[in-house]
Protein backbone atom coordinates (compact mmCIF):
# COMPACT_ATOMS: atom_id res chain seq x y z
CA UNK A 1 0.00 0.00 0.00
CA UNK A 2 1.49 3.37 -0.93
CA UNK A 3 0.47 6.38 0.97
CA UNK A 4 1.54 9.55 -1.43
CA UNK A 5 0.82 9.88 -5.05
CA UNK A 6 1.99 7.83 -8.40
CA UNK A 7 2.68 9.43 -11.57
CA UNK A 8 3.71 7.66 -14.76
CA UNK A 9 4.07 8.36 -18.60
CA UNK A 10 1.46 6.59 -20.30
CA UNK A 11 3.48 6.32 -23.96
CA UNK A 12 2.24 6.17 -27.42
CA UNK A 13 2.86 2.36 -28.65
CA UNK A 14 3.81 2.28 -31.93
CA UNK A 15 3.85 -0.49 -34.42
CA UNK A 16 7.08 0.12 -36.77
CA UNK A 17 5.21 -3.03 -38.72
CA UNK A 18 1.68 -4.86 -38.93
CA UNK A 19 1.07 -7.84 -40.80
CA UNK A 20 -2.20 -9.10 -40.84
CA UNK A 21 -1.69 -13.07 -40.85
CA UNK A 22 -5.04 -14.32 -40.21
CA UNK A 23 -8.59 -14.12 -38.59
CA UNK A 24 -10.40 -16.04 -35.72
CA UNK A 25 -13.51 -17.34 -35.62
CA UNK A 26 -14.30 -14.84 -33.85
CA UNK A 27 -13.78 -11.84 -36.10
CA UNK A 28 -10.54 -11.03 -34.06
CA UNK A 29 -7.58 -10.76 -36.80
CA UNK A 30 -4.40 -12.61 -35.86
CA UNK A 31 -1.02 -10.42 -36.12
CA UNK A 32 2.32 -9.95 -36.39
CA UNK A 33 3.73 -6.76 -35.90
CA UNK A 34 7.00 -5.34 -34.49
CA UNK A 35 5.60 -2.71 -31.43
CA UNK A 36 7.63 -0.27 -29.60
CA UNK A 37 6.89 2.53 -27.29
CA UNK A 38 7.84 6.46 -27.49
CA UNK A 39 9.48 8.86 -24.61
CA UNK A 40 6.23 10.85 -25.18
CA UNK A 41 2.59 10.34 -24.52
CA UNK A 42 0.09 10.96 -21.66
CA UNK A 43 0.25 11.04 -17.94
CA UNK A 44 -1.49 9.12 -15.17
CA UNK A 45 -1.65 10.53 -11.75
CA UNK A 46 -2.84 8.36 -9.16
CA UNK A 47 -3.65 9.48 -5.35
CA UNK A 48 -5.21 7.64 -2.30
CA UNK A 49 -8.84 8.80 -1.80
CA UNK A 50 -12.34 7.27 -0.64
CA UNK A 51 -14.00 7.50 -4.04
CA UNK A 52 -13.27 5.82 -7.57
CA UNK A 53 -13.01 9.15 -10.06
CA UNK A 54 -11.56 10.39 -12.88
CA UNK A 55 -10.24 13.78 -14.22
CA UNK A 56 -9.37 14.15 -17.43
CA UNK A 57 -6.76 17.35 -18.56
CA UNK A 58 -4.60 18.48 -21.22
CA UNK A 59 -4.43 19.19 -24.78
CA UNK A 60 -6.65 16.36 -26.02
CA UNK A 61 -8.93 16.33 -22.98
CA UNK A 62 -12.18 17.20 -25.52
CA UNK A 63 -14.31 14.64 -25.72
CA UNK A 64 -12.83 11.83 -23.76
CA UNK A 65 -14.97 10.29 -21.48
CA UNK A 66 -15.15 10.52 -17.60
CA UNK A 67 -17.02 7.82 -16.86
CA UNK A 68 -17.26 4.02 -17.25
CA UNK A 69 -16.73 4.45 -21.42
CA UNK A 70 -13.09 5.61 -20.42
CA UNK A 71 -10.42 2.41 -20.66
CA UNK A 72 -8.99 3.72 -17.40
CA UNK A 73 -12.37 3.09 -14.98
CA UNK A 74 -12.79 0.16 -16.55
CA UNK A 75 -9.95 -0.95 -15.66
CA UNK A 76 -10.06 0.23 -12.07
CA UNK A 77 -13.04 -1.62 -11.97
CA UNK A 78 -11.99 -4.85 -13.51
CA UNK A 79 -9.12 -4.52 -10.47
CA UNK A 80 -11.47 -3.72 -7.64
CA UNK A 81 -13.84 -7.02 -9.33
CA UNK A 82 -10.57 -9.16 -9.21
CA UNK A 83 -9.64 -8.80 -5.95
CA UNK A 84 -12.92 -8.34 -4.57
CA UNK A 85 -12.80 -5.13 -2.88
CA UNK A 86 -14.46 -2.28 -3.33
CA UNK A 87 -11.20 0.60 -3.68
CA UNK A 88 -11.32 4.01 -4.27
CA UNK A 89 -8.56 6.15 -6.07
CA UNK A 90 -8.32 9.75 -7.94
CA UNK A 91 -7.12 9.26 -11.03
CA UNK A 92 -6.04 12.58 -13.28
CA UNK A 93 -5.35 11.48 -17.07
CA UNK A 94 -3.47 14.31 -19.07
CA UNK A 95 -3.96 13.76 -22.64
CA UNK A 96 -1.41 14.67 -24.58
CA UNK A 97 -1.98 12.34 -27.78
CA UNK A 98 -4.71 12.13 -29.78
CA UNK A 99 -7.68 9.56 -29.38
CA UNK A 100 -8.51 7.06 -31.89
CA UNK A 101 -5.03 7.14 -33.53
CA UNK A 102 -3.83 4.47 -34.02
CA UNK A 103 -1.11 4.45 -30.49
CA UNK A 104 -2.71 2.51 -28.39
CA UNK A 105 -3.80 6.53 -26.18
CA UNK A 106 -6.77 4.93 -24.26
CA UNK A 107 -5.00 1.45 -23.79
CA UNK A 108 -1.36 2.58 -22.75
CA UNK A 109 -3.76 4.74 -20.18
CA UNK A 110 -5.24 1.71 -18.44
CA UNK A 111 -2.03 -0.15 -18.58
CA UNK A 112 -0.08 2.20 -16.52
CA UNK A 113 -3.27 3.24 -14.14
CA UNK A 114 -3.57 -0.87 -13.91
CA UNK A 115 0.43 -1.07 -12.71
CA UNK A 116 0.00 2.05 -10.57
CA UNK A 117 -3.67 0.76 -8.91
CA UNK A 118 -2.06 -2.29 -8.05
CA UNK A 119 0.84 -0.45 -6.29
CA UNK A 120 -1.21 2.10 -4.40
CA UNK A 121 -3.72 -0.43 -3.60
CA UNK A 122 -1.03 -2.96 -2.44
CA UNK A 123 -2.68 -5.27 -4.50
CA UNK A 124 0.59 -7.30 -5.51
CA UNK A 125 -1.15 -8.86 -8.49
CA UNK A 126 1.88 -10.78 -11.12
CA UNK A 127 2.13 -9.42 -14.91
CA UNK A 128 0.76 -12.18 -15.54
CA UNK A 129 -2.30 -11.28 -13.39
CA UNK A 130 -2.44 -8.09 -15.03
CA UNK A 131 -2.44 -9.10 -18.78
CA UNK A 132 -4.92 -12.26 -18.36
CA UNK A 133 -7.47 -9.02 -16.64
CA UNK A 134 -6.31 -6.64 -19.20
CA UNK A 135 -6.67 -8.65 -22.71
CA UNK A 136 -10.66 -8.55 -21.62
CA UNK A 137 -10.40 -4.96 -21.86
CA UNK A 138 -8.74 -4.96 -25.46
CA UNK A 139 -6.56 -6.46 -27.99
CA UNK A 140 -3.56 -3.74 -26.94
CA UNK A 141 -3.96 -3.60 -23.59
CA UNK A 142 -1.12 -6.48 -23.05
CA UNK A 143 1.51 -5.21 -25.05
CA UNK A 144 0.72 -1.66 -23.72
CA UNK A 145 0.96 -3.42 -20.09
CA UNK A 146 4.39 -4.88 -21.22
CA UNK A 147 6.20 -1.43 -22.46
CA UNK A 148 8.80 -2.53 -23.63
CA UNK A 149 9.81 -3.18 -27.67
CA UNK A 150 8.19 -6.57 -28.80
CA UNK A 151 6.94 -8.52 -31.30
CA UNK A 152 3.38 -8.91 -30.66
CA UNK A 153 1.57 -11.95 -32.50
CA UNK A 154 -2.04 -13.76 -31.51
CA UNK A 155 -4.76 -11.40 -31.05
CA UNK A 156 -2.07 -9.30 -29.19
CA UNK A 157 -1.54 -11.57 -26.12
CA UNK A 158 1.54 -13.06 -27.50
CA UNK A 159 4.72 -11.15 -26.70
CA UNK A 160 8.15 -11.80 -27.22
CA UNK A 161 11.04 -9.32 -26.21
CA UNK A 162 12.99 -7.80 -28.93
CA UNK A 163 16.71 -7.45 -28.11
CA UNK A 164 17.70 -3.65 -27.23
CA UNK A 165 16.62 -1.36 -29.92
CA UNK A 166 19.78 1.09 -31.47
CA UNK A 167 19.21 4.85 -30.99
CA UNK A 168 16.21 6.31 -33.12
CA UNK A 169 14.36 9.58 -33.74
CA UNK A 170 10.52 9.26 -34.11
CA UNK A 171 8.09 11.85 -35.56
CA UNK A 172 4.39 10.80 -35.23
CA UNK A 173 1.99 12.94 -37.05
CA UNK A 174 -2.18 12.56 -37.19
CA UNK A 175 -3.78 14.63 -39.57
CA UNK A 176 -6.87 15.32 -36.81
CA UNK A 177 -9.39 13.19 -37.84
CA UNK A 178 -10.24 10.19 -35.54
CA UNK A 179 -10.31 6.46 -36.99
CA UNK A 180 -11.99 3.73 -35.60
CA UNK A 181 -10.22 0.59 -34.92
CA UNK A 182 -13.59 -2.00 -36.01
CA UNK A 183 -14.21 -0.01 -39.13
CA UNK A 184 -10.61 0.02 -40.37
CA UNK A 185 -10.52 -4.16 -39.69
CA UNK A 186 -13.78 -4.26 -41.49
CA UNK A 187 -12.62 -2.62 -44.73
CA UNK A 188 -9.80 -4.59 -45.01
CA UNK A 189 -9.95 -7.31 -47.70
CA UNK A 190 -7.56 -9.00 -49.93
CA UNK A 191 -5.01 -12.62 -48.79
CA UNK A 192 -3.17 -12.44 -45.58
CA UNK A 193 0.11 -11.90 -45.09
CA UNK A 194 3.13 -14.38 -44.08
CA UNK A 195 4.00 -13.40 -40.65
CA UNK A 196 8.02 -12.37 -40.80
CA UNK A 197 10.50 -14.66 -39.58
CA UNK A 198 12.84 -13.89 -37.07
CA UNK A 199 13.11 -10.39 -36.42
CA UNK A 200 16.58 -8.31 -35.39
CA UNK A 201 16.38 -4.74 -34.81
CA UNK A 202 20.12 -4.49 -35.87
CA UNK A 203 22.93 -2.19 -34.22
CA UNK A 204 21.94 1.14 -35.91
CA UNK A 205 19.12 3.10 -37.82
CA UNK A 206 19.64 2.48 -40.39
CA UNK A 207 19.65 -1.67 -39.44
CA UNK A 208 16.53 -1.25 -37.72
CA UNK A 209 14.93 0.88 -40.67
CA UNK A 210 16.45 -1.73 -43.38
CA UNK A 211 14.80 -4.32 -41.81
CA UNK A 212 11.30 -3.18 -41.23
CA UNK A 213 11.73 -2.35 -45.01
CA UNK A 214 9.97 -5.64 -46.49
CA UNK A 215 7.28 -5.42 -43.60
CA UNK A 216 5.02 -2.47 -44.08
CA UNK A 217 1.55 -2.18 -41.98
CA UNK A 218 -1.34 -4.54 -43.78
CA UNK A 219 -4.23 -2.49 -43.02
CA UNK A 220 -2.79 1.37 -44.79
CA UNK A 221 -4.66 0.46 -47.40
CA UNK A 222 -8.14 -0.02 -45.30
CA UNK A 223 -7.20 2.89 -43.34
CA UNK A 224 -7.04 5.28 -46.12
CA UNK A 225 -10.64 4.57 -47.06
CA UNK A 226 -11.68 5.48 -44.07
CA UNK A 227 -9.86 8.59 -43.11
CA UNK A 228 -8.54 9.50 -46.98
CA UNK A 229 -6.61 12.27 -44.97
CA UNK A 230 -3.76 9.51 -44.41
CA UNK A 231 -2.89 9.62 -47.87
CA UNK A 232 -1.30 13.31 -47.87
CA UNK A 233 0.07 12.77 -44.51
CA UNK A 234 1.96 9.61 -45.51
CA UNK A 235 3.44 11.73 -48.78
CA UNK A 236 4.61 14.74 -46.17
CA UNK A 237 5.93 12.02 -43.70
CA UNK A 238 8.02 10.35 -47.09
CA UNK A 239 9.50 13.72 -48.39
CA UNK A 240 11.18 14.43 -45.14
CA UNK A 241 15.05 15.28 -45.47
CA UNK A 242 16.54 12.23 -44.19
CA UNK A 243 13.25 10.18 -42.89
CA UNK A 244 14.83 6.30 -43.21
CA UNK A 245 10.65 5.15 -43.37
CA UNK A 246 7.41 6.35 -42.97
CA UNK A 247 4.50 4.40 -42.59
CA UNK A 248 1.15 4.59 -40.69
CA UNK A 249 1.00 3.07 -36.70
CA UNK A 250 -1.62 0.69 -35.61
CA UNK A 251 -4.88 0.95 -37.58
CA UNK A 252 -4.02 5.00 -37.95
CA UNK A 253 -4.38 7.65 -39.11
CA UNK A 254 -1.02 8.46 -36.77
CA UNK A 255 1.57 7.75 -38.82
CA UNK A 256 5.52 7.61 -38.46
CA UNK A 257 8.58 8.83 -39.57
CA UNK A 258 11.99 7.16 -38.45
CA UNK A 259 15.50 9.50 -38.28
CA UNK A 260 19.07 8.60 -37.27
CA UNK A 261 18.89 11.16 -34.27
CA UNK A 262 16.10 12.21 -32.22
CA UNK A 263 17.76 15.92 -33.13
CA UNK A 264 16.60 14.96 -36.99
CA UNK A 265 12.94 14.04 -36.27
CA UNK A 266 12.78 17.63 -34.51
CA UNK A 267 14.10 19.54 -37.09
CA UNK A 268 11.71 17.44 -39.44
CA UNK A 269 9.22 18.67 -36.99
CA UNK A 270 9.71 22.30 -37.25
CA UNK A 271 9.16 21.65 -41.17
CA UNK A 272 5.94 20.90 -40.71
CA UNK A 273 3.56 23.41 -40.57
CA UNK A 274 0.00 22.38 -41.33
CA UNK A 275 -3.53 23.47 -39.42
CA UNK A 276 -5.45 21.31 -37.75
CA UNK A 277 -2.16 18.51 -37.61
CA UNK A 278 -0.95 16.98 -34.49
CA UNK A 279 2.84 16.72 -35.15
CA UNK A 280 5.60 15.42 -32.08
CA UNK A 281 9.60 14.63 -32.44
CA UNK A 282 10.96 12.49 -30.11
CA UNK A 283 12.71 8.88 -28.64
CA UNK A 284 12.34 4.94 -28.09
CA UNK A 285 12.13 3.67 -25.07
CA UNK A 286 14.65 1.00 -25.28
O1 LIG B 1 -9.81 -5.27 -28.67
P1 LIG B 1 -10.08 -3.88 -29.12
O2 LIG B 1 -11.31 -3.28 -28.46
O3 LIG B 1 -8.93 -2.97 -29.02
O4 LIG B 1 -10.40 -3.97 -30.67
C1 LIG B 1 -11.29 -3.11 -31.33
C2 LIG B 1 -11.78 -3.81 -32.59
O5 LIG B 1 -10.71 -3.95 -33.52
C3 LIG B 1 -12.31 -5.19 -32.39
O6 LIG B 1 -13.68 -5.17 -32.05
C4 LIG B 1 -12.09 -5.83 -33.75
O7 LIG B 1 -13.10 -5.40 -34.66
C5 LIG B 1 -10.80 -5.19 -34.21
N1 LIG B 1 -9.61 -6.01 -33.92
C6 LIG B 1 -9.38 -7.16 -34.65
N2 LIG B 1 -8.27 -7.92 -34.38
C7 LIG B 1 -7.39 -7.54 -33.43
C8 LIG B 1 -7.58 -6.36 -32.69
C9 LIG B 1 -8.72 -5.61 -32.95
O8 LIG B 1 -10.16 -7.52 -35.53
N3 LIG B 1 -6.31 -8.31 -33.21
Redo the contacts with the bound molecule.
Keep these: MVQGELSALAPAKVNLSLRITG ?1 RAD ?5 DSVTVFTDFGDRITVAPSDQRTLTVEGPFAAGIPTDEGNLVLKAANALCRETGQDLGARITLTKSLPAAGGIGGG ?1 SDAAVTMHMLNCLWGLGLSAQDLARIGVAL ?3 MPVCLHGRPCRMQG ?2 EDLTDLPPLPPIGILLANPGEACE ?2 AV ?2 ARTGPFSPGFPDFAPGQSAQDLAEALADHPNDLTPAAQSVCPAIGPLLATLDTLPGRLIARMSG ?1 GATCFALFETVAAAQEAQRSINQPGWWVQAGGLLR
Design positions: KGYHLLSGADIGTPFKS
